[in-house]
């Protein structure tokens, strides 16, 4: 049986200068013996306090961007466990990370198994290049991170992002998904594959302002 929770923290999304508070989505994803962790942003205090006595896997960046790595490093350090993030996105680890490098690269199509479950993993440039989804097919799940929110697609106004891109890979790697497919985002609410894929020409017809 999945073993599903969210864990709210709190703290600074910092890029190109520009400081802002956010409200980040953790989700500790396993069984009752093991879990991985998907953006330990912010309190890797409270993070650990969720996992309990559990066997951490991992720790599995949808990007990079300070606030969904933060914590990283000294929850990994606590709980001596692998972080995974795809390399495209390495120079904004090194930004936040400059002397200690992550364990493991994501790849598109990649496995990361923990207990019974397995999670595809969806390559989905345009927020950051290295920008990864998490899919559990078996439960009808996709971890979005930062690409896709329930209203739309995310922020592409920073550094290194791109609105045509995350839109290309919304369409191609999002929408393809089962339309009841429930979408666990990196801030904000869940929504589903259904409720998102009808608006994909509006956002085509719009730029940028983000």
């Known amino acids: ?11 600074i999304f910092s890029l190109d ?3 802002f508070e956010v409200d980040n ?7 009752e013996r093991e879990v991985i962790v998907i953006d330990a942003a ?7 306090d969720a996992i309990g006595d559990r066997h951490l896997r991992g720790i599995v960046c949808t990007h990079a961007h300070n ?9 990994s350090d606590a709980k001596d466990a692998p972080i995974f993030l795809h390399p495209d996105d390495a120079m904004l680890w090194n930004s936040v990370y400059p002397d200690h490098k992550f ?4 790849r598109h ?15 989905t440039p345009g927020h950051s290049p290295g920008g990864c989804c998490f899919h559990i097919a078996a439960e009808g799940i996709v971890f979005s991170g930062d690409t896709l929110f329930k209203g739309g697609p995310g922020a592409t106004g920073r550094s290194f992002s791109s609105y045509d891109l995350i839109l290309d890979s919304i ?5 393809n998904l089962p339309s009841e497919t429930v979408v666990h985002t990196g801030h904000g609410e869940s929504t589903s594959i259904g409720a998102e894929a009808p608006s994909l020409s509006e956002w085509r017809s719009k730029q940028s302002t983000e």
């Open 67 to 75: 606030d969904h790595i933060n914590a990283a490093l000294e929850l």
């Open 17 to 19: 200068g520009e400081d």
């Open 171 to 175: 369409e191609k790697r999002l929408l």
């Open 42 to 48: 912010h309190s890797a205090e409270k993070i650990s």
């Open 109 to 123: 199509k990649d496995t990361i198994k923990v207990g019974n479950h397995r999670l595809s993993v969806v390559h």
């Open 1 to 11: 049986m999945l073993h599903l929770e969210r864990v709210i923290t709190s703290g």
């Open 103 to 106: 364990d493991t690269e994501l």
């Open 25 to 31: 989505n953790v989700w500790v994803v396993g069984d």
